[in-house]
């Protein structure tokens, strides 16, 4: 079982700053993702990773930007936060090789007033 | 064109009954399948992992594998309150997971 930490777990931001959300893990892995979700809502992929400085965009296009610059770290960027960005983050990473089990951290709760 | 279709439900059974949740995927190719539970407001829990036709038990909890008929499904034995939850169904293989959107299961004490 992957052991997966985000932070803040709650962040409430005024429109216009800039945030980054941390996401790190201890087992290793070599893929790591960032999903939004919204309340009682589906999962929406908007960043994935297969390894250090690769980085590429999910399904839901997003003004958030990510970085991978080690293979525990992979952490999410908005520049200019806006009330459209409040939803949940959530954070998850797996094995390159093997069968794709993903494991998630706990996410973030974002509010932008 | 989603590829993981899942029943939003909710499905609602009484306490101690058989709780049965099903899936359909498109991606034939796909060899793993994953049940991930949700409690509201918490992130997704992955409980059950399926690569091969037939069934898979794990407590209470049941995964069944069609890969001719390309679903899948998962059966909560002596359903619990606690058991109330999203299901989210999941199509593995390649470098993405495909996540249906869930179906809510409430258990009636």
């Known amino acids: 079982e992957a052991d997966i930490y985000q932070t803040p777990r709650y962040l409430v931001i005024g429109t216009g700053k800039k945030i980054t959300l941390e996401c790190s893990q201890t087992m290793g892995h070599d893929k790591m993702y960032w999903y939004q979700q919204d309340p009682g809502m589906e999962l929406h992929l908007i960043h994935y990773?297969?390894?250090?400085?690769?980085?590429e965009k999910g399904d839901l296009s997003s003004e958030s930007t990510v970085s991978r610059i080690r293979t525990e770290h992979f952490p999410l960027t908005l520049e200019s936060a806006r009330p459209s960005h409040t939803s949940q983050y959530l954070c998850a990473s797996s094995e390159y090789l093997g069968d794709y089990e993903q494991y998630f951290g706990p996410g973030t709760r974002l509010t932008v007033t | 064109q989603k590829e993981v279709e899942q029943n939003s439900g909710p499905l609602s059974v009484p306490e101690g009954a058989i709780a049965s949740l099903n899936c359909t995927y498109s991606d034939r190719g796909s060899q793993s399948f994953f049940w991930y539970r949700q409690y509201s407001g918490k992130s997704p829990e992955l409980i059950m992992s399926i690569y091969s036709n037939g069934d898979k038990e794990d407590g209470r909890f049941t995964a069944q594998l069609n890969k001719a008929s390309q679903y899948v499904s998962l059966l909560i034995r002596d359903s619990q309150p606690s058991d109330s939850a999203t299901y989210l169904c999941?199509?593995?293989?390649?470098?993405?997971?495909?996540f249906g959107a869930g179906t809510r299961l409430f258990v009636k004490a």
């Open positions: 999941a199509q593995g293989g390649g470098f993405k997971t495909i």
């Open positions: 990773s297969y390894g250090v400085n690769s980085t």
